[in-house]
């Protein structure tokens, strides 16, 4: 999926910076994009086209923002702040994002256009490779058949990058985290689980993710190993890697996970919880009581 950058977002009016109990977080807001940016569309499907024909399909962003409104709109019926990358995410779930920075520079006869294109992993959101290309002098104006050609010309490494990363996680399984937190208020403890658990709640976690990375490195679906986090009275992690797809041939996401084990917290721990994962990447659940 190729999308705007915030930098692109800023210079278009659709990024807006909003302080959140002393955080500063950010609004993006794709559709304002399209709507200021005539050039946006052209530009997204000319770079869809050239990766496409090399044999990496992408997932088209206009076409998903049609389908997060409903996402959204339970996000804030659960009291949950939204955000629009994160719902498209959820919405498209795609392996990759291609964040893309350009501007056209025009001097007198002749112009050139400067891009950066990012290819990030969704689910970790770590960069996988990136490329920058200053632009050369050029007698062209359309910026969707300029960006289209210097990407041709300029993004064979990144290709190289994307198909070793490819590799790596039909192999290995993709990577995610999950997030476990008491109650802001402090009510639950982790370690006063114990006595409506049928043993130590850090165990049962444990145990039951170490016990899935196991049944999936039995069946060669991943190659990783279970790796935990931060592990405090309140907080608790843990990283490992999942299949790309589950039996029902979808794509498998954070929020996936996290769905199952809250059920085994409810049989094993009679415990309520709250699923607030907005990613893909990185599930996020609160115990309630």
């Not at 041709?152 to 999950?178: C, S, V």
């Amino acid at each position: 999926m190729i999308i705007p950058s915030d930098n692109q977002l800023n210079r278009l009016g659709a990024l807006e910076e909003i302080d959140n109990q002393g955080f500063t977080v950010y609004n993006r807001d794709y559709q304002k994009a399209f709507i200021e940016s005539s050039d946006l569309k052209l530009v997204i499907a000319a770079l869809e086209g050239v990766f496409a024909e090399r044999g990496f399909p992408l997932v088209n962003l206009e076409q998903n923002l049609k389908g997060i409104q409903n996402q959204m709109a339970l996000d804030i019926a659960e009291g949950l702040r939204p955000d629009a990358l994160s719902a498209m995410l959820n919405v498209a779930r795609p392996d990759i994002i291609m964040e893309l920075t350009y501007e056209l520079q025009s001097g007198g006869m002749t112009n050139a256009l400067s891009y950066t294109l990012s290819a990030i992993d969704a689910y970790t959101f770590k960069t996988v490779s990136s490329v920058a290309d200053p632009g050369v002098e050029s007698l062209k104006s359309n910026i969707a058949q300029l960006l289209a050609e210097q990407v041709e010309r300029t993004t064979q490494n990144l290709q190289a990058t994307l198909k070793e990363h490819f590799a790596d996680i039909r192999q290995n399984g993709r990577e995610i985290k999950i997030r476990i937190t008491a109650h802001e208020e402090g009510i639950v403890r982790f370690n006063d689980w114990s006595d409506s658990c049928d043993d130590e709640w850090l165990y049962i976690f444990g145990d039951w993710v170490k016990g899935k990375a196991k049944e999936w490195l039995n069946s060669g679906k991943t190659n990783g190993a279970f790796k935990q986090g931060i592990s405090t009275a309140t907080v608790y992690e843990a990283q490992f890697r999942i299949p790309l797809y589950g039996e029902d041939g979808f794509s498998i996401a954070a929020s996936d996970i996290a769905r199952a084990f809250r059920g085994e917290m409810r049989k094993k721990c009679g415990l309520n919880t709250r699923d607030v994962t907005q990613g893909i990447g990185e599930a996020k659940i609160v115990v309630m009581d």
